[in-house]
Nanobody, 123 residues
Framework: QVQLVESGGGLVQAGGSLRLSCEVS????????MGWFRQAPGKDREFVAAISWTIWTGYSTYYADSVKGRFTISRDKNTAYLQMNSLKPEDTAVYYC???????????????WGQGTQVTVSS
């Protein structure tokens, strides 16, 4: 059974940085896509970033427009990372990592999810 565990969330001032980690256990996921989503109170879960693998192109990264240039997704073996710089109060949310056989910006296409980690950005 696949298990995803996020860590690295916390409280930070606007303009600060955080690095989230997502450790996957239960099986190898070298060729799975990994994604980060977030959900603020009263809002739908939204796509943040993803790293996708194909046999033809290797790894590719994708970002929501709202985080492009500020966030960076990466992975190393069974751990995915989300480096978040220049954080804004509107980045406040619970951040979730997920795995999928095929990248999509829609959360329903992702198979396994972590429990989430809270990120709070104060103004």
């Amino acid at each position: 059974q696949v298990q995803l565990v996020e860590s690295g969330g916390g409280l930070v001032q606007a303009g600060g940085s955080l690095r989230l980690s997502c450790e996957v256990s239960g099986r190898s996921f070298n060729r799975d896509d990994m994604g980060w989503f977030r959900q603020a109170p009263g809002k739908d879960r939204e796509f943040v970033a993803a790293i996708s693998w194909t046999i033809w192109t290797g790894y590719s990264t994708y970002y929501a427009d709202s985080v492009k240039g500020r966030f960076t997704i990466s992975r190393d073996k069974n751990t995915a990372y989300l480096q978040m710089n220049s954080l804004k109060p509107e980045d406040t949310a619970v951040y979730y990592c997920a795995t999928s056989k095929k990248y999509s910006r829609g959360p329903n296409e992702w198979d396994s999810w972590g429990q989430g980690t809270q990120v709070t950005v104060s103004s």
